[in-house]
């Protein structure tokens, strides 16, 4: 059975302060990963989607990768922000389950 | 830009009460999800729903919960029998395509059992 785990549970920077989220899975035989964002009391906002065949994708400030036979995603945050405070997610679609997800890392970034 | 929407927003119900929430993906989407997060917990999956059937579900899915697509733009959870363990949020998803897709979240109903 697929587990996600996420490292730190909880973080916080002082802002532009660059700074890297892990996630850990299980079982390496995934279709993607995908991170999102999530504000306190709100829905789940797509960040980055890596293919089982990337190694990494870029949005913005956001650089995502992935090294798939040991089973780890990264999530980099360049020059952080105040609006980046949330909970970040990582969720993996492997197997019969379409998204198993870790429970999150909240950043805080402290003006 | 797109959006999954989702109705209510927040719903109270006594427990024992049945309860339907609703969902209206993003048109020309072909799959559709629902997923759980208890407060605190992580995001759970509930089921997927491909051409008008389940195509997977998970252990949660009991008999106690159902989903349709009643016609070609909504797409519902039904809970008959709400317990208090089925306070959470509850996100609808859509996916364009197959597993190679984003999935695009609503911004979830919050269920409140009393």
């Known amino acids: ?111 | 830009e797109p959006e999954v929407t989702q109705t209510p927003s927040h719903q109270v119900t006594q427990m024992g009460q049945e309860v339907i929430l609703r969902c209206v993906p993003i048109s020309n989407h072909l799959y559709f999800y629902w997923y759980r997060q208890i407060l605190g917990q992580k995001v759970e999956f509930l089921v997927s729903f491909y051409n008008n059937e389940i195509s997977e579900k998970s252990e949660i899915f009991d008999d106690q919960f159902s989903v349709e697509r009643p016609d070609g733009s909504n797409f519902t959870l039904k809970i008959r029998s709400t317990k208090l363990e089925d306070s959470a949020m509850y996100f609808c998803a859509s996916m364009a395509g197959g597993r190679t897709d984003t999935q695009y979240f609503g911004p979830g109903t919050r269920l409140t059992v009393l």
């Open chain 1, 1 to 111: 059975k697929q587990e996600v785990t996420q490292i730190p549970a909880a973080l916080s920077v002082p802002e532009g302060e660059n700074l890297v989220l892990n996630c850990s899975f299980t079982d390496s035989a995934i279709y993607n990963l995908q991170w999102f964002r999530q504000d306190p009391g709100k829905g789940l906002t797509s960040l980055l989607l890596i293919q089982s065949s990337q190694r990494e994708q870029t949005s913005g400030r956001l650089n995502a990768s992935l090294d798939k036979s040991s089973g780890r995603s990264t999530l980099y945050i360049a020059a952080s922000q105040p609006g980046d405070s949330a909970t970040y997610l990582c969720a993996v679609y492997s197997g019969n389950t379409p998204l198993v997800f870790g429970k999150g890392t909240r950043l805080s970034v402290i003006a």
